[in-house]
């Protein structure tokens, strides 16, 4: 098995996305849901054990912003963002932050 772990950044503000609402699915439907921490990190999804497979990650983009009280358009350019990613058999570690702001956003397989 592979572990598993998210981080959320905010570039609009320059810090963690805290409160940010995170789920993660798998093969065989939600394996669970989370809010981000004062830090931007999930601690209901952190050190998952994730089978080879692919997986998806839903963040409540547009909700986050909305709750910062920053002016979004009807309907956001970003709403939800989804990271669809593949976990492979012996893999170890998988981290996927994201770094968004209202209007973009960036990932990558971190460490």
């Known amino acids: 098995m592979n572990t598993f772990s ?3 950044l905010d570039t609009m503000h320059g810090r963690p996305a805290a409160g940010m609402t995170v ?6 439907g939600e394996i669970g ?3 981000t921490n004062a830090d931007g990190r999930c601690p209901e999804l952190a ?5 080879a ?9 547009a909700e ?4 910062l009280r920053v002016a979004l358009p009807d309907p956001p350019f970003l ?3 989804t990271v669809d990613f593949g976990v492979a058999a012996g893999g170890g ?4 932050p994201l770094l968004v702001s209202p209007f973009a956003y960036s990932t990558y397989r971190g460490s």
Request: no cysteine.
């Open 33 to 35: 849901r989370g809010r």
């Open 47 to 51: 050190k998952t054990q994730l089978a």
């Open 79 to 81: 709403d939800e963002v």
């Open 53 to 61: 497979g692919r997986y998806a990650l839903r963040f409540a983009v």
């Open 6 to 8: 998210t981080h959320v």
């Open 64 to 67: 986050y912003f909305r709750g």
């Open 93 to 96: 570690h998988y981290h996927v």
């Open 23 to 28: 789920m993660l699915s798998g093969p065989e």
